[in-house]
């Protein structure tokens, strides 16, 4: 059978995966067990008798060795089965099956936001160096770094939802209640996460067209009579993507934690919402969970991430 | 009877007094004072210089390329009769790579990494010569052919960095005939190449120029070089023009101390290239500024007179379409022998 390069490429590093995902899994069901206190005590409250906790203990494989615990829970969990909530007794996998969609859906909408505005902002500051769109982006990399997320999500939510009533000022409309409701109940949130990168973004990317623009190419390119336009827009922003996408995989950790705290204060199910209720509730299953996924999602971004930018530059082999 | 005007054939391209500076903090650099010659269709002249003489920058504001603050200050730019410096900005981009095509020192960082040979051949095939797709490819790899490139299909859709630079700069020459433009500046075509790719761009140069009749700049710092294709040269010092001629002429009776230093520090000029060259000119080209005035050679001219610091010499005719700009070149030409020799 033939496989392309490419092909052979995905497959070396999903292989090269699997030890990473065993490790993000075992600290993230380890982790939980550092934590002072045992579960089972927030669960049956400080007047539990001896026998009660044993007895809850041993149903909920508490008293076995930590790696017999660990190895039943990884071979429910790759069936996709993380047992139930401590807290509400709903399976698992259902809780982050609602809540995972709200959360994708804000990452996506917030990478989507970022883009339409980092490409044309860091492409314009590059080839108009000290003038205005340059200016704006040295205005919004200080704001970006000095303005805290939750500060700015509450101001936002003052003005735009409170205020002007253009956006919903938290809490989460369904999509089957209607697009635009939908829409207005995650925008906010979104265009706040997008912010939280743009300006990290934009200005790699600013650096690396003024990198390329430099070069003998796009000179050699002028001399042979092709537009500014085409330069700038096809041949240098090419070239000056590639090492864009590397910063955008590395700040796809910190969109998630943004998620995490935009969700809470915009009160959205998403999984951010789900883990710190968790945390609150000891409710350590889910917690494992989520925190694993949360690994497994990030290292599998990287991946990707790591594909596309071997299929846009035709120098890496692989 | 009528009698056909007799009008001298139009030289390809007319370079007069061309000023090129660029300002910076306190002081502007004349990168380019007061260049003139003229280039005939089918002839190949030759710009040498040590490295900083201002070749690549009168090359660059022939195509009006000076990128700002740096800009044209004067002088006048004529091809094919058309006066470049009054063009608008499409009319020029028409020009460049149409009507005057540039081939430049690194071939390898020439090409977009990115793009595959193909693309960016037919590309500029079909900006300047209007080609549907397909035709733009049969173009592109006729043009390979004529390089001399192997198997050019595969060429096509290979990237940069899987040429070698010689291939790379066979791509670059055949990018640059494609669009049949009549004048090649040709910055240092071989100077990152090995001698014996070398040879083989100069060969194809000098082929091109025999079958198409294109006229050629070719710049390179090394005399020895251009001596091997110019029909004539224009030696440059320091953005100034030094002397000027047909290539034998300059090469066997070099009159300006400048050249002669060029040349003696090149002892092997048609032996084997393997060899070592004795190095340069002891000193260094001067950034020149407003405050240097006389001959800009002097610091390092072993001639020197006084009279050489307070007036600047002027490009005075010499022999056969000759020109030198040397006070002292018309004495100093009686006792050749003497005159090789430069103060360290
Ligand atoms: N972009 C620039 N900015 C400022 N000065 C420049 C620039 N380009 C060239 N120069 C000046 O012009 C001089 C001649 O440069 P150049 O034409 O590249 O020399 P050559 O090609 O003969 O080696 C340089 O010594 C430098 O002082
Ligand atoms: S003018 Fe004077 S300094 Fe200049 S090259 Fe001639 S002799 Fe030397
Ligand atoms: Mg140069």
Redesign the pocket.
């Known amino acids: 059978m033939q496989i392309s390069a490419l092909g052979r490429y995905i497959i070396k590093r999903l292989l090269l995966l699997i030890p990473v995902l065993l490790g993000v899994s075992l600290l993230s069901f380890s982790l939980i067990k550092l934590a002072p206190g045992s579960a089972v005590t927030y669960m049956l409250g400080d007047q539990a008798s001896e026998a009660m906790v044993r007895a809850l203990e041993r149903q909920l494989n508490l008293d076995q060795p930590f790696f017999t615990q660990y190895f039943s829970w990884l071979a429910n969990a790759l069936q996709g089965e993380f047992g139930m909530s401590f807290v509400t007794q709903i399976p698992i996998t259902e809780l982050i099956a609602q809540r995972l969609a709200v959360t994708l859906e804000l990452s996506v909408i917030a990478i989507v936001i970022t883009l339409l505005i980092a490409i044309p902002l860091g492409v314009a500051a590059a080839t108009k160096q000290n003038r205005l769109p340059d200016h704006t982006v040295r205005f919004i990399a200080v704001a970006g770094v000095s303005i805290p997320d939750f500060w700015s999500g509450i101001i936002l939510i003052f003005l735009l939802g409170v205020q002007f009533q253009w956006v919903a000022p938290g809490g989460y409309t369904p999509i089957s209640e209607g697009l635009l409701p939908h829409l207005r109940s995650v925008i906010l949130p979104a265009c706040i996460l997008a912010f939280i990168n743009l300006a990290l973004i934009t200005r790699m990317l600013r650096a690396s067209m003024l990198d390329v623009l430099s070069q003998n190419f796009i000179q050699a390119g002028r001399s042979f009579g092709i537009a500014e336009r085409e330069l700038v827009w096809r041949d240098a922003l090419k070239n000056a993507f590639i090492p864009t996408l590397t910063v955008i995989g590395l700040t796809i950790g910190i969109m998630l934690s943004g998620a995490v705290m935009l969700e809470t204060v915009f009160s959205l199910p998403g999984l951010g919402k789900l883990l710190v209720d968790a945390v609150f509730q000891r409710d350590i299953p889910v917690l494992q969970a989520v925190l694993t996924l949360i690994g497994c999602f990030y290292v599998l971004v990287n991946l990707f991430i790591d594909v596309g930018y071997s299929m846009l530059d035709p120098r890496i082999r692989f | 009877m009528t009698v056909a005007p007799l009008t001298p054939p139009q030289p390809l391209l007319e370079v007069s007094n061309l000023c090129?500076d660029?300002p910076?903090e306190g002081h502007t650099?004349f990168?380019?004072d007061d260049v003139s010659f003229t280039l005939a269709q089918g002839e190949i002249t030759g710009?040498v210089?040590?490295?900083?003489?201002?070749?690549?920058?009168?090359?660059?504001a022939i195509l009006r390329l000076?990128?700002p603050?740096?800009k044209i200050r004067s002088g006048k730019l004529r091809f094919e009769g058309q006066d470049l410096l009054t063009l608008d900005d499409d009319a020029m981009r028409r020009v460049r790579g149409g009507g005057i095509a540039m081939i430049s020192q690194n071939p390898a960082n020439s090409l977009n990494p990115v793009m595959t040979v193909g693309d960016q051949l037919t590309r500029v095939i079909r900006l300047h010569l209007g080609l549907s797709r397909q035709e733009a490819y049969e173009e592109a790899l006729r043009g390979l052919r004529q390089v001399e490139i192997h198997s050019p299909e595969r060429r096509m859709v290979q990237y940069p960095h899987e040429l070698s630079g010689g291939m790379c700069q066979r791509v670059m020459i055949a990018m640059a005939m494609a669009p049949k433009p009549r004048l090649i500046i040709a910055?240092?075509p071989t100077t990152a190449l090995d001698v014996t790719v070398q040879k083989q761009i100069i060969h194809l140069l000098d082929q091109l120029r025999q079958r198409h009749g294109v006229g050629v700049i070719f710049?390179s710092?090394d005399i020895a070089v251009v001596s091997q294709i110019a029909d004539k040269v224009l030696v440059?010092y320091?953005?100034r023009a030094m002397e000027q001629g047909l290539v034998n002429q300059v090469l066997t009776a070099p009159r300006h101390p400048y050249t002669r230093a060029l040349l003696a520090s090149m002892p092997y000029l048609g032996a084997s290239k393997l060899r070592q060259r004795v190095p340069v000119i002891p000193g260094h080209?001067p950034?020149?500024t407003a405050a240097i005035k006389g001959c800009i050679f002097a610091p390092r001219c072993a001639h020197r007179i006084d009279a050489c610091t307070a007036e600047r010499p002027v490009m005075v005719p010499v022999g056969n379409q000759g020109a030198v700009a040397c006070l002292r070149a018309e004495e100093l030409a009686e006792a050749p022998s003497r005159l090789t020799g430069v103060r360290i």
Do not use: C, R, W, Y
């Open positions: 090129v660029f910076s650099v990168a380019v710009l210089g040590e490295s900083g003489s201002g070749k690549s920058v009168t090359s660059m000076i990128q603050p740096g910055d240092e710049v710092h440059l320091a953005g080209v950034n020149p």
